[in-house]
């Protein structure tokens, strides 16, 4: 029997939602999806609750409307700059007297890696395993190895506890929709955009939202880093308006239809005209001004992601490179100046293949990354445990044909 | 182990924890239509078992009922009286008595057509009808036989019986007849061969040859009321009229052998009557015979 998962992002300029179906060969396909205008969100955190609310309800609202079903739960994706990302470690000596490494060992080290707990007021979002040591040496699965000390790690990201309660209260508000699961926005979408090869070669994923920009840095097939810049395309977009002296709606205009990373010298001669209201009246834009102070901020937020990540910016540990996603990806140019400033090759993020075409774009890879997360959690092979088995008995199969479950 | 992307589940202090227990008023209208439309659904829901509930109740109640006849009456009343007709001699004593006690008992109760099988088993009613008068009243409508002969016989333990013979030949021990009007009724005489038990229950078969003699008395007992009071005795010999040499034999007071061929008793009677009224004929009290049975020749003997 197939099953409807959910996935949605609140993210800074839209709330998106998705529904997808995972088949009982496990395979996903995406039966509804919708996005809404939201005016509730600041650098990734909901300042208007009620706008938020009807961005993402009415999103949700569609999407079901869309696929003919509804959702009882979705992966909700999580960032702001409240989020903040620590390695915590633990390790234990082989206990066996043969020197073999049994699960208890691998236990005993990541309960003494899980026993910090975060500061009052935070709450842990994601955990991301990182590599097993074994005396010093990384391994996939040390079980029955020879060894005398096992080390684990985990990159933990723990939050602000009134920032996640305000997104998991949009999403009950839905009629007490449930929180299936919080994923990380960045881990979600270069889970999409970085295919497992990448991540092993060690890779950079900077995913360039409205608000804040999402970072997450794998090496050795790990994760090794995970972050939130509070700068966006929004604030490309603030720029504009305050340089160019024109309504927000109008730069966003410019910046989407004109907006160069880069000044380029044959824009000195090209002139943009902006037909205005009876204000403000029609006007020209030099080509070269857009560019010159689109320019400058997306020069200030990669100085921003190579000062945060610092000595991470490895060339040697990150032999995929640096891949960039996210609505704010599209700039022309833009990875042009990522790489001058990063002082590593720089590209724009492809999807992995099987996507269609209509859903493979960078807005989407946040919310198409929690519905691959959704497709792990519930395509599981037949015969395996299963936490939310579908409902048995007569009843259960009478609830769920009058949508009841 | 698992993919090195898949996310662990949350330890410590998990944001599970800050998930609200209970979704708060709807903060938008997609919310509310939502909420709306689930409540709907949960009614749906609720409907749907207590239907099935009650259809499964209904049909257990169904199976243990009794499969008899559906009361519709209400609550049953105990009947008050009996409504009884009938053109003969019976009585509503007679019923009471027959039926026994109806105190306490309903309408509804009560098997009417076994009651009317019943009053039909009895020989001296040919007719019955039985029904309910609600709220209260049976009522009961007969037509009776009338006896026009009787028939004396004598029981082996000595007792002698009578019983009363009605036109169509039915033998009955008759009830609620005065004595007087049995009193009036000639005797018959039939030979024993002709008294053929019933197989099922008491009395006797249907006597034949009555009906050939019924029409006679009959006639007799209207037009010649005189001459009917003496008859004391009447017999046949061989029941089928068509038969030769049938006959019906009466012995009376006057006469004491009178012979009458089946059939034309109008003119054999006002033969006999003529008869009776010759002068030769009155002088003489008692006569000893007249057959009338040979057409237009009558033979007397004084």
């Not at chain 1, 200030?300 to 891949?323: A, H, T, V, Y």
């Not at chain 2, 709807?26 to 509310?32: E, G, K, M, Y």
């Amino acid at each position: 029997m197939s099953k409807i998962i959910g996935a949605v992002e609140i993210g800074t300029s839209k709330a998106k939602a998705l529904v997808g179906e995972v088949t009982e060969n496990g395979s996903l396909s995406i039966v509804g999806m919708a996005s809404r205008p939201n005016e509730g969100m600041r650098k990734g955190e909901i300042v208007d609750f009620r706008k938020a609310a009807d961005a993402v309800h009415a999103s949700l609202e569609e999407a079901e409307k869309m696929s003919g079903t509804t959702v009882d739960s979705v992966y909700l994706a999580q960032t702001g700059i409240h989020l903040r990302g620590q390695m915590l470690t633990g390790s234990a000596s082989v206990s066996s007297s043969e020197n073999r490494v049994s699960v208890s060992d691998l236990d005993r080290a990541s309960a003494e890696a899980k026993h910090r707990q975060p500061e009052s007021g935070r709450s842990y979002v994601h955990h991301i395993r990182t590599p097993i040591v074994l005396d010093g040496k990384a391994v996939d699965d040390p079980v029955g190895m020879l060894g005398k000390k096992v080390d684990l790690g985990y990159w933990s990201v723990d939050g602000d506890d009134q920032a996640i309660r305000q997104a998991l209260c949009v999403i009950t508000n839905y009629a007490g929709l449930e929180v299936a699961d919080l994923i990380l926005s960045s881990i979600a979408s270069s889970t999409m955009m970085a295919g497992p090869d990448l991540r092993r070669a060690g890779a950079l994923v900077i995913d360039l939202g409205a608000g804040v920009t999402d970072l997450s840095l794998y090496r050795q097939g790990y994760v090794a880093y995970t972050g939130v810049i509070p700068v966006g395309g929004d604030h490309v977009t603030g720029d504009l308006s305050m340089g160019l002296r024109v309504l927000e709606p109008y730069a966003e205009k410019l910046k989407i239809e004109h907006g160069k990373a880069s000044p380029d010298p044959s824009d000195a001669d090209e002139d943009i005209w902006i037909i205005g209201n009876k204000t403000i009246g029609d006007r020209s834009i030099s080509r070269k001004a857009i560019s010159d102070v689109i320019h400058v901020r997306v020069v200030e937020l990669f100085e921003i992601i190579s000062k945060e990540l610092g000595n991470l910016l490895d060339p040697d540990e990150l032999k995929g490179g640096i891949l960039l996603t996210g609505g704010g990806s599209k700039l022309p140019g833009i990875e042009v100046v990522a790489s001058k400033v990063l002082g590593m090759p720089v590209r724009k993020a492809t999807f992995t293949p099987g996507i269609d075409s209509e859903l493979a774009t960078h807005e989407n890879a946040t919310v198409l990354g929690l519905l691959h997360y959704g497709l792990e959690d519930n395509g599981r092979p037949p015969g395996q445990n299963n936490d939310d088995e579908s409902p048995s008995g007569f009843l259960g199969k009478l609830a769920g044909i009058v949508g009841i479950s | 182990m698992r993919k090195n992307i898949k996310k662990e589940k949350t330890f410590g202090s998990g944001w599970k924890k800050l998930a609200p227990k209970s979704s708060r008023r709807p903060a938008s209208r997609a919310a509310l239509r939502k909420r709306l439309s689930s409540v709907a659904r949960i009614l749906f829901f609720m409907f749907l078992l207590g239907s099935m509930g009650y259809g499964v109740w209904w049909i257990d109640k169904l199976a243990r009922s009794d499969s008899g006849p559906i009361d519709l009456t209400g609550p049953a009343i105990p009947i008050s009286g009996v409504s009884f007709h009938s053109d003969g001699v019976l009585s509503e004593n007679w019923f009471d008595n027959w039926f026994g006690p109806l105190r306490g008992r309903s309408l509804m109760e009560l098997d009417i057509d076994e009651i009317q099988e019943a009053l039909l088993a009895e020989d001296q009613i040919c007719f019955a009808r039985v029904s309910r008068a609600f709220p209260d009243t049976l009522r009961i409508e007969i037509k009776e036989r009338h006896p026009i002969l009787v028939l004396r016989l004598g029981a082996k333990t000595g007792e002698v019986q009578d019983w009363l013979v009605s036109p169509d030949g039915t033998l009955y021990q008759g009830a609620g007849y005065p004595r007087s009007a049995l009193s009036l009724l000639p005797s018959l005489s039939v030979d024993s061969s002709l008294l053929r038990p019933k197989k099922e229950g008491k009395g006797y078969e249907r006597l034949e040859g009555i009906p050939t003699v019924a029409p006679l008395l009959d006639l007799v007992r209207r037009e010649y009321p005189a001459i009917y009071r003496d008859w004391q005795v009447v017999s046949y010999e061989r029941p089928n009229a068509t038969d030769p040499g049938a006959h019906v034999r009466v012995r009376s007071g006057r006469v004491r052998n009178l012979r009458f061929s089946p059939g034309k008793f109008g003119v054999q009677m006002r033969r006999l009557h003529y008869l009776l009224l010759e002068p030769d004929v009155r002088k003489s009290p008692v006569i000893e015979s007249i057959d009338l049975s040979h057409g237009r020749s009558v033979f007397a003997k004084i």
